[in-house]
């Protein structure tokens, strides 16, 4: 199976550059780690990175001259000498000359579970991006290292939440609505937040009676929510916020959005007062991508299509699908198919081209016509998995992702509540 990379390629070199989204593509990712703060090529080219972003040095050039073949060699040498010590994990959004060597493929908290079950290891290599490292380092027993290949591998909706302006709304929304529970003994607001978010934040909803939800588990999380609070502040993600909260029949006038650095988020106390979810602006760039013209092609081009796609999604495209769910919905939906069928996705081209490869009685295809994969995903790469690799066989751990104590026990306690939320 031809992987994005070698796809984007292909296009770049036939001049149909109007294929992908951007034909830096084509280059590896150190091409954009020596620069300022940037995403770099891909759907979140044009979102604004913070400036305390991390930098990713320059990595040896026998790492970013070697062939494919030669990394993949080597990448197979380090594991095999490291054997048990060390344990890779492949998100499903990475590229396939990466999820190769995984050990585990799947999806953040699924990745982070599976590093559990390898105790023994020393070293965790995720092949993610850095809140998913964060989350890993947060579970992992004392002793183990987790190492992510690429230091600028972030992810822009996490970046759209960030600690101070949190705190800020917090403090604003305390003046607004005190403190005190009513009746019910519900207090006034239960900060929420989505997985993909820093530690810090995960740390602060711990310490404010909170909880961490996933794109499986948002609705259960958001119950779990409403029997302790009158209303929910949910981040970072708008549309996973917005459209959970509509399934469970919320009004949208009662979902004003916030948005940071302004004053009541931009909204009058009298919206605040009658919300039931203030939701973060907050956004994914892959997934906002999709839109109601896609699925209308789809369906014209291919009669009878099912269209999935990522509660990511704007609610748009969400209504308009035949199905929503996180990427082990989408994939449990595929698996479950006795005939051979159409599918258009709604998610990350990696993830969609991989199920295409691995299920070729049904006919399965990105939604967007133009390739765009997470532009932070993309940062890792094959010559940085050797290089952290071969390091930690020369005894030396580089890229190494710790989150402080203090941060971790309040993440935990918000992560704990999340795996005790019952339906
Ligand atoms: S797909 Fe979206 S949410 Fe996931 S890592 Fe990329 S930018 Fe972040």
Redesign the pocket.
């Known amino acids: 199976m031809s992987s994005v990379n070698s796809t984007i390629q292909r296009l770049v070199l036939s001049r149909t550059p109007e294929s992908t989204c951007g034909t830096d593509l084509a280059k590896a990712p150190w091409a954009f780690d020596a620069g300022a703060p940037a995403y770099g090529p891909g ?2 080219r044009f979102d604004e990175a913070p400036a305390a972003t991390p930098r990713q040095g320059e990595i040896p050039a026998e790492y970013r001259e070697a062939s494919d073949e030669e990394l993949f060699a080597r990448i197979l040498a380090a594991k095999e000498t490291l054997g048990e010590r060390v344990v890779v994990l492949g ?1 499903f ?1 990475q590229r396939d000359e990466v999820v190769r060597f995984a050990d585990f493929v799947g999806d953040s908290f699924q990745l982070a579970n599976a590093a559990l079950t390898r105790r023994e290891a020393e070293y965790i290599v995720f092949c ?2 850095h809140f998913m490292a964060e989350t890993a380092d947060v579970l992992s027993r004392d002793g183990q290292a987790v190492i992510l290949p690429n230091l600028a591998a972030g ?4 970046d759209m939440a960030d600690e101070s302006s949190v705190e800020e709304c917090w403090e604003q929304l305390e003046e607004l609505y005190g403190t005190e529970p009513d009746a019910e003994g519900r207090v006034p607001v239960i900060p929420v937040t989505y997985m ?1 978010c820093s530690a810090a934040l995960k740390a602060f909803v711990g310490r404010h009676g909170g909880i961490v939800c996933t794109s499986s588990n948002a609705a259960t999380v958001l119950e779990w929510a409403f029997q302790r609070g009158q209303r929910v502040l949910f981040f970072p ?1 708008q549309h996973l916020g917005r459209n959970t909260a509509k399934a469970m029949g919320i009004p949208l006038e009662q979902m004003p959005m916030w948005t940071p650095r302004k004053a009541l988020g931009g909204n009058t106390a009298e919206t605040l007062e009658t919300a039931r979810v203030i939701l973060w602006h907050g956004f ?4 906002k991508r999709f839109t109601v013209a896609q699925i209308d092609k789809a369906r014209a081009e291919h009669p009878g299509v099912r269209v999935i796609v990522h509660p ?1 999604c704007p609610m748009p495209v969400v209504d308009a699908a035949d199905a929503a769910g996180s990427t082990d919905f989408i994939q449990k939906a595929i698996a479950a198919a006795t005939e051979p069928s159409t599918f258009a996705i709604g998610t ?1 081209i990696n993830m969609v081209n991989r199920l295409a490869a691995q299920y070729p009685q049904h006919t399965i295809f990105c939604l967007d016509p133009v390739i765009c994969p ?4 993309y940062r890792i790469h094959p010559g940085y998995l050797a290089w952290v690799l071969e390091e930690l066989v020369a005894g030396r751990v580089v890229n190494r992702i710790t989150v402080d104590e203090g941060v971790a026990a309040d993440a935990r306690t918000a992560l704990e509540r999340m795996l005790a939320a019952r339906p």
Do not use: I, K, L, P
Not at 155 to 158: G, H, I, N
Not at 374 to 377: A, D, N, V
């Open positions: 759907a979140s998100h959004y993610g991006v992810c822009s909706m996490a993909n993600d994914c760039s892959v997934h990511e990350e997470c532009s932070t995903m």
